[in-house]
């Protein structure tokens, strides 16, 4: 392990332009697909210097660093291990690609453990009550790899008025995929100079569909290899129905097994078939008989749709 740069001193942008030097820790969920905010494609982007810095916050990245402080008062208070801080941007000595930029370093019995500061909003405290959420588990052991820590804690403040603080042990086999995962990014996409594959991403889906939103009206001529994403995609629909009727062949078994009776439990699971009642919108009508005001208060947009044939 080796300090590449002092943070402390650093703006914003020269930050982030450290940052393109390497894969950091929270790189690693994207490269592993489980980040939903970021897309692969995106982090290759950025490590090529091919978007501009992000100058501007938004309010999660700006609360969680306004919080930090606070997170890690409260951690030293509940737990009474003082967290130091480390204020550099660290690069693994045997894999150069690897960054860590640390919230601090906490030392037991000789040994530097490390410190991670989270906030989240209310609607993740069952996670952060079963655990370290699996983004963060991946970070946590990328820094062990860069530091070769053997320990960490991560401490978290959910909602607001929830707080949570786990201790990570090192993991050598996660940190042996995490390794070969981040060597194969950097070394055959940002070193290469060429484009990763999309993934099923929920950001790559997000960053397509913004991209490319308008439609220039077109036909085109796909490359060869088109031919077999065709099949994949006819492959996995086929996999899907199949699926899908199973799914529907067990749901009217449960119904047949409740009949008329409303809740059922067998051991620790339980089933209801209840009454719905719904309420709908006749939007055809409305535009039969009332089609001025129908107009007035309809509202237009677009998107693009993909349609395989």
């Not at 609360?63 to 550099?88: D, H, I, N, Q, S």
Request: charge should be neutral; hydrophobic fraction near 35%; glycine fraction near 8%.
């Amino acid at each position: 392990m080796e300090v590449l740069v002092k943070t402390a001193d650093l703006s914003r942008e020269e930050w982030l332009r450290w940052r393109t030097k390497g894969i950091g820790g929270s790189d690693a969920s994207i490269i592993a697909g489980l980040n939903p905010y970021k897309s692969v494609y995106q982090l290759w982007q950025e490590k090529r210097g091919m978007m501009p810095f992000e100058e501007a916050e938004n309010d999660f990245t700006h609360f969680g660093k306004v919080l930090e402080p606070v997170v890690k008062r409260e951690f030293m208070l509940r737990t009474g291990l003082k967290v130091r801080a480390k204020k550099a941007i660290l690069r693994s000595s045997e894999y150069p690609f690897m960054l860590a930029d640390l919230d601090g370093v906490i030392y037991e019995f000789g040994r530097m453990c490390l410190f991670e500061a989270k906030t989240a909003s209310a609607y993740k405290q069952g996670v952060w009550e079963e655990g370290v959420p699996g983004e963060y588990m991946l970070q946590i052991q990328h820094y062990m790899a860069v530091t070769g820590a053997g320990k960490a804690y991560i401490a978290a403040l959910v909602g607001g008025n929830h707080f949570f603080f786990h201790e990570v042990l090192r993991d050598e086999e996660m940190i042996g995929k995490i390794i070969s995962m981040e060597a194969y990014f950097w070394e055959n996409y940002v070193l290469a100079g060429k484009e990763p594959p999309p993934d099923g991403s929920k950001a790559t889906a997000s960053y397509l569909n913004k991209r490319y939103g308008i439609s220039n009206g077109k036909s085109i001529e796909l490359p060869g290899e088109a031919l077999s994403v065709f099949q994949r995609y006819d492959e996995i629909t086929g996999q899907l129905e199949e699926l899908s009727a199973r799914k529907e062949a067990v749901c009217n078994e449960l119904k047949y097994l409740l009949k008329e009776n409303e809740e059922g439990t067998a051991g620790e699971r339980k089933v209801t078939w209840k009454e719905v009642k719904t309420t709908s919108f006749d939007r055809k009508r409305l535009k039969e008989e009332e089609p001025e005001i129908y107009g007035k208060y309809i509202l237009t947009g677009s998107c693009r749709r993909l349609h395989v044939a």
